[in-house]
């Protein structure tokens, strides 16, 4: 039975192959129940989009991939563990790809 | 050496002595070639061997190493960059900055895989490689001239068009010995660091040059070496953000800019906040939307990264500069208040013109105009200057002054961060962003971004030397938690060596951001070696440890591997708000030279570490 509503922004180029025309941010509104992750809706996200998953995930599909920027409330969120935190109703989460410098 | 079983090279280290201008040439055996390859790990060899702790960096026993590496002028792509090394002046101790463009090649082509300068001429010079020969050239009249001035008048008196000839030389401040110079070349490229541009100029060297001629690096094997280069370029273009840097430089698309503000990365007034909603516009893709942009690739290179772009309106139309790179939009963008730009390129061009590195002059003039709002400074002290936030036309003034000299303030803030920082009392101290060893970090707000802050602090070089930033590499470890310290440390002690044997390869970083394999495929390929990934991270590493080395024969203490309080501050506002890295900064270090088999207390590679790495002469003269 679902608690809430998560708002999930990817913003390019995660979101590339998920936009309809090709580029730009894509914002999905995911239903969630109690006792819902990070990590966890994140896992389902990638089950249902395979091309996310491709970019969110490391080829052995188990392992967050490293260069992705996970901002839940506009805090980033890339402490051990803390993707096992609870979701509640009303958050937003944020994926973007990690950018260097040069 | 012989030409025929060594592929890559062209076959001699031209030696020039400018205090008695001769000119000298050397080859180095096989086995050396296999175990510094180039570039950097020349750099790494030649320093420690040649330059002792007694040689100070503007003494004429220092030495100015210019290398490429054995896939400079090849097909690779990007293989025209040059690896500089010297004793640098902000540290005291080693650095090895790399500029691209096109002198990697064609110094090859002109007969020469590394130039190794020392002394200090008696009148200022340039070195004009060409048809396998090198002269010394009389370069007084070059002098007060800026960096693109000295290029374009070099060409037209040797009679070559823009792309016959590679230039690469320092403008004024280079010439006035400011601390933070550097050497500008090909219009669009630099090698900034730990003021190298001073040592050159303490050499009464103005400029060295290369023909494109008709020289050509041998390959021994093409027939691999094609389906190499084509493999490097599609996983580039399969990885999205090294595909992004192709595509729009380092500066990027909108999407770029917005995202280094959701991602607590971008450099916003000093540190003081990391807000910043003009960020859209201090990117590749407003200035490739608004004006003119003519791209400006590097030899051999596919990508759509460098351009040239003309203003086309407001007041600096018709004005050509080279686009900026990210950290420069940065830095004379965001970190210095300016919203505008149009301002911000024409601050970056200012640097190149007047050769100095932008890094250490953007986080000089934010800590400047901190201290100036707050009253700590007073237009007493900044010689009539407003050094206000957003205030371009003051800064665009500062720097002449500094690059010039003029007045006791620039002389003063020509010393670089640290010292003026020191000069300039506690506050500034305080709020100045620096790594204690005496430079300033690359443009980013690193509180959002651990590994690049303790790997620029830890590293030997006076900038960042390691951590591995493409598609996942089975060789290389990459980073999954940014703000873990253990993993953090444990990434740049495990990935340390990889940064360093593309430096040594003659080859732009943004065209080698693959799996290390497909890179050692093409050198294979290029040399006839057979080197493993893992032989080739080692060259890497042996060339770090030779540096580390180098620095503590030169009195780089341990002590100073520590960020300023301003740079480990913990962040006000933004999406790094209340995550502070200081806490564990011991902790970090700790594992770090755990890892790296080096002694926590001394900073010394251990024996077994150095020996490990065919470095038993170092470990003789550290452990003795």
């Known amino acids: 039975m679902s608690t809430g509503k998560v708002r999930v922004e990817i913003r390019p180029w995660l979101s590339d192959g998920l936009s309809p025309n090709g580029s730009g941010a894509v914002v999905l509104e995911e239903q969630i129940e109690k006792g819902a992750t990070v990590s966890g809706l994140l896992t389902r996200l990638a089950a249902e989009h395979k091309a996310l998953g491709k970019v969110l995930f490391e080829p052995d599909g188990r392992q967050l991939n490293g260069e992705v920027c996970i901002v839940v409330d506009g805090r980033l969120l890339q402490l051990p563990g803390e993707l096992d935190k609870g979701l509640k109703d009303g958050t937003t989460i944020t994926l973007l790809p990690v950018i260097d410098g040069g | ?624």
């Not at chain 2, 400079?72 to 463009?101: D, H, M, P």
């Not at chain 2, 590097?298 to 203003?311: G, L, N, P, Q, Y």
């Open chain 2, 1 to 624: 050496m012989s030409k025929s079983t060594v592929g890559g090279y062209a076959g001699k280290i031209l030696r020039v002595d400018l205090t008695r201008e001769r000119i000298s040439e050397e080859t180095l055996d096989e086995a050396t070639l296999r175990k510094w390859v180039g570039g950097v790990g020349f750099g790494a060899k030649y320093l420690y061997e040649e330059v002792s702790p007694r040689v100070k960096w503007d003494s004429p026993g220092n030495r100015l190493i210019v290398a490429s590496g054995p896939l400079g002028g090849t097909r690779v792509g990007g293989s025209g960059t040059i690896s500089i090394s010297a004793k640098g002046c902000l540290t005291n101790g080693a650095t090895s900055t790399q500029a691209n463009g096109f002198m990697g090649a064609y110094m090859k082509f002109a007969g020469y895989d590394a130039v190794i300068f020392k002394g200090k001429a008696k009148r200022w010079v340039y070195l004009y490689m060409h048809d396998g020969t090198a002269e010394l050239r009389d370069a007084q009249h070059l002098v007060g001239k800026n960096t693109w001035e000295t290029e374009d008048m070099i060409k037209a008196e040797l009679g070559y068009n823009e792309r016959g000839m590679s230039v690469f030389g320092i403008g004024p401040a280079g010439e006035n010995l400011v601390k933070f110079a550097g050497i500008f070349g090909d219009k669009d490229h630099a090698a900034g660091h730990n003021g190298i541009g001073a040592v050159m100029g303490a050499k009464k060297l103005k400029a060295f040059c290369a023909a494109r001629g008709r020289g050509s690096v041998p390959v021994k094997d093409s027939g691999q070496l094609l389906p190499a280069v084509e493999a490097i370029w599609k996983g580039l273009e399969s990885d999205p953000t090294t595909k992004a840097v192709l595509d729009w430089g380092t500066g990027g698309t909108y999407e770029a800019g917005e995202q280094r503000v959701t991602a607590g990365t971008l450099p916003v007034k000093n540190y003081l906040t990391t807000l910043y909603p003009e960020a859209r516009v201090m990117t590749c893709q407003y200035t490739r939307e608004h004006w003119n942009a003519k791209p400006n690739p590097c030899w051999a290179c596919r990508s759509h990264h460098c351009h040239m772009i003309t203003i086309t309106d407001g007041p600096y139309r018709g004005l050509t500069v080279e686009e900026p790179e990210y950290e420069m939009f940065a830095a004379w963008g965001s970190l210095v208040g300016n919203t505008d730009p149009a301002e911000a390129l024409v601050l970056s061009n200012l640097l190149t013109l007047l050769g100095l590195e932008g890094n250490e002059a953007g986080f000089l003039m934010s800590m400047l105009i901190e201290l100036y709002e707050k009253g700590v400074l007073t237009k007493k002290d900044t010689d009539g200057l407003e050094l206000t936030w957003g205030n371009t036309a003051a800064m665009r003034t500062l720097l002449e002054r500094i690059a010039y000299r003029e007045g006791a303030f620039a002389k003063l803030l020509g010393e670089g961060t640290v010292r003026a920082a020191k000069a300039l009392g506690k506050e500034a101290q305080d709020c100045g962003i620096y790594a204690l060893k005496g430079h300033s970090p690359r443009g980013h707000d690193h509180r959002g971004m651990w590994r690049e802050m303790f790997d620029t602090v830890t590293s030997d070089i006076g900038t960042y030397e390691s951590g591995y930033w493409g598609p996942p590499d089975p060789d290389v470890p990459g980073l999954r938690h940014r703000f873990a310290p253990d993993e953090v440390s444990t990434h740049i002690a495990k990935s340390k060596g990889r940064r360093q044997f593309e430096d040594a390869l003659g080859t732009c970083v943004f065209c080698t951001r693959v799996p290390l394999q497909l890179v050692v495929n093409a050198f294979n390929a290029v040399t006839g070696w057979d080197f493993t990934p893992k032989e080739a991270q080692d060259v890497g590493f042996r060339a770090a440890n030779a540096l580390r080395a180098f620095n503590i024969r030169h009195g780089v203490s341990v002590e100073l591997e520590r960020p300023s309080p301003r740079w480990s501050s913990t962040p006000v506002d933004g999406p790094a708000k209340g995550i502070s890295v200081e806490p564990h900064w011991d902790s970090m270090l700790d594992n770090y030279y755990s890892l790296m088999g080096w002694d926590r207390k001394t900073g010394k590679p251990f024996p077994e570490t150095l020996k490990s790495l065919g470095l038993e002469n170092i470990a003789a003269d550290l452990w003795k």
